[in-house]
């Protein structure tokens, strides 16, 4: 069986390429990543995981935070600190990141990364192209 060990490092290429890629479809916003329901596979647990961008997360927090099971930090007056976070984070080299484990969720500005979103993007991409047949191969069958 052949089983993906995550790794500090493929986490961060994970939440990193997930946050550049977002900005590059929808600018600024915070990547959402939910620990409650992994997907168990061959290859072993897959978490969800997206992109809410600013316009949207306002609305997004707040129903959240509706839902009677949610804790997400403090309360209500992290709404405002998440906002302008998002607001001033540098999309190049920072990541805003929620994580959803149970019935909390944990807010974390992620600085200073050993590596940055963009290169996060450029290494996942490339990963996945390696894994890509090219345009030019055709399947070819022998009667």
Same mark, same amino acid.
Request: one cysteine or more; charged letters at 15%; glycine letters at 6%.
């Given at each position: 069986?052949?089983?993906?060990?995550?790794? #500090? +490092?493929?986490?961060?290429?994970?939440?990193?390429?997930? !946050?550049?890629?977002?900005?590059?479809?929808? *600018? @600024? *916003? =915070?990547?959402?990543?939910?620990?409650?329901?992994?997907?168990? $596979?061959?290859? *072993?647990?897959?978490?969800?995981?997206?992109? =809410?961008? @600013?316009?949207? +997360?306002? !609305?997004?927090?707040?129903?959240?935070?509706?839902?009677?099971?949610?804790?997400?930090?403090? *309360?209500?007056?992290?709404?405002?600190?998440?906002? $302008? /976070?998002?607001?001033?984070?540098n999309p190049e080299q920072d990541?805003?990141?929620?994580?959803?484990?149970?019935? @909390?969720?944990?807010?974390?500005?992620?600085?200073? +990364?050993?590596?940055? #979103? #963009?290169?996060?993007?450029? @290494?996942?991409?490339? /990963?996945?192209?390696?894994?890509? #047949?090219? !345009?030019?191969?055709?399947?070819?069958?022998?009667?």
């Open positions: 069986m052949f089983l993906i060990q995550l790794t #500090p +490092l493929l986490w961060l290429l994970i939440i990193g390429f997930n !946050a550049w890629n977002g900005y590059l479809k929808t *600018g @600024r *916003g =915070v990547v959402v990543c939910t620990t409650n329901y992994p997907l168990l $596979d061959r290859f *072993g647990e897959t978490f969800k995981t997206h992109f =809410v961008p @600013r316009p949207h +997360l306002a !609305a997004f927090l707040n129903a959240w935070l509706a839902t009677p099971d949610t804790v997400i930090l403090q *309360g209500h007056h992290m709404n405002g600190h998440i906002l $302008d /976070a998002v607001d001033k984070y990541v805003i990141l929620l994580l959803e484990s149970g019935t @909390r969720v944990s807010f974390f500005y992620l600085k200073h +990364l050993p590596i940055t #979103p #963009p290169e996060c993007y450029q @290494r996942v991409k490339q /990963a996945w192209s390696e894994f890509q #047949p090219s !345009a030019n191969y055709q399947y070819q069958t022998k009667i």
